[in-house]
């Protein structure tokens, strides 16, 4: 009976913490031992949080390849190169196949990804043909840096920074 009790106010701390936060499978698991480690709920708890995420997963309340995708999503939008989303990914403890499989379909369906993503940076940080002031040495190390910082390769940020005009970017953003 007492396991009884423990799995449902485990459980119950899932689901708060799901209407709450988005989250992977693992990141769920950790949450749950932290909240249950220094309690008397953490006898038998590894079970139980085990049980409760595999029911979670059938139930398909939480759905790691669905949390990638809207993750890539979001963080496409916001400007952040493949490289950056794969590493913010890891530390949100997506199993790396789910993160492959992602990263290759958001890359089939926008073949130029980067490209996009550090058009939109740009657009958002008003920098490249978007840039209000005249381009200085000083300006341009910002720029340089705010596209390497977001994971953007040399090529990439010289076809952003130097390359492109602003319509060009206009029109590959849609």
Not at 55 to 62: G, H, V
Request: include cysteine.
């Amino acid at each position: 009976m007492e396991n009884k009790t423990h799995y449902t106010e485990i459980e119950s701390k899932a689901l708060w913490y799901l209407q709450r936060y988005a989250s992977s499978s693992e990141n769920l698991r950790k949450y749950l031992k932290r909240k249950v480690q220094n309690s008397y709920l953490n006898t038998n708890s590894d079970n139980i949080i085990n049980s409760i995420i595999e029911s979670l997963e059938n139930q398909k309340i939480l759905d790691d390849k669905f949390f990638s995708e809207s993750k890539i999503r979001n963080y496409l939008n916001k400007g952040w190169s493949l490289r950056k989303i794969e590493f913010k990914l890891k530390e949100l403890d997506v199993k790396d196949n789910i993160i492959v499989d992602c990263l290759k379909e958001a890359q089939d369906l926008n073949k130029n990804f980067d490209l996009i993503a550090a058009s939109r940076l740009a657009k958002k940080k008003s920098i490249g043909p978007y840039r209000k002031k005249e381009l200085t040495d000083q300006i341009k190390n910002k720029e340089l840096g705010v596209l390497s910082r977001a994971g953007f390769s040399y090529n990439i940020i010289k076809k952003i920074l130097y390359e492109m005009s602003q319509e060009e970017l206009d029109s590959i953003n849609g």
